[in-house]
Every structure is written in structure tokens, then in C-alpha cells.
């Protein structure tokens, strides 16, 4: 078991509710920029979300231990979900402050000549995303 090897075995999960998975679900289909996340497997999921959530309370009967619980986090507002889930896994593990130099930005040199080229000499790529939020 990898926990009997000394690894430290952190388990997440992020819990939505069903209305609130159908809110991001409907959002990403609105949004031209987000709709690729959004696969027919999501979309399904929506019909299969209460099956999916008795088997993630089976899974955690089966798998939460002490050395390695798991902790499931309130995901309703994203950020703030992260936020949170960050903040207790870095609570959860031991470390040493470290000291570090300070690092000093030394000023621009003075120029050499270089000129940038013309950039309608370049190869660019097109601003496709001013023609999505037009």
C-alpha cells in the first residue's frame, strides 16, 4: 500500500450539486470559448447523477482510512472551492521554511542596435477571439 511506503496520500474530491452541475453545463454550451469542455459523456452524466453520487459514497466507504481519508470539498463556487482545497493541503503537510536570496532585477541594458522586425513581416496568428466576443 503505497501509505505503508511513507507517501503522504491526500484524496479530493469536489462535491456540485445537480443543479449546480447543470448551471456549468448549460454556461459552457452558452459560451463559444468553453463549449469544447463540454463532452457527450457530461452530458449524459446529467441523467446518471444520482447513480454517480451513490457509488462515490460507496467508493469512500471502501477507501476513506486514517492514513489516507478522504475530504471532499464544497465546489459550488469554483474559486472558492480551490481556494479551500489548496489552503488544507498545504495545512496537511509538513514542511520547513525555506530562506531564499532575494533576487535583484538588474536594470535593462543600454541598446546594442537590435531592431525589432516589422511585425507584418511575421507569421501571425489571427485574433480569433475579438470575433467570439464581438
Known amino acids: 500500500m503505497l501509505v505503508e511506503d511513507g507517501i503522504l496520500l491526500k484524496k479530493y474530491w469536489f462535491s456540485v450539486s445537480d443543479i449546480e452541475q447543470e448551471r456549468r453545463f448549460r454556461s459552457r454550451n452558452d459560451d463559444p470559448m468553453r463549449r469544447w469542455k463540454l463532452s457527450p459523456n457530461d452530458v449524459l452524466s446529467i441523467t446518471k447523477w444520482e447513480d454517480y453520487s451513490r457509488a462515490k459514497d460507496t ?64 507569421n501571425r496568428v489571427p485574433d480569433y477571439a475579438a470575433t467570439l466576443l464581438a
Open 59 to 122: 467508493m469512500f466507504v471502501h477507501t476513506d482510512i486514517p492514513e489516507s481519508p478522504w475530504f471532499e470539498v464544497d465546489n459550488e463556487d469554483k474559486r472558492r472551492g480551490r481556494i479551500n482545497m489548496i489552503h488544507h493541503l498545504l495545512s496537511q503537510i509538513p514542511y520547513e521554511p525555506v530562506e531564499r536570496e532575494p533576487i535583484e532585477i538588474p536594470p535593462r541594458p543600454t541598446s546594442g542596435g537590435y531592431e525589432r522586425p516589422p511585425r507584418e513581416l511575421q
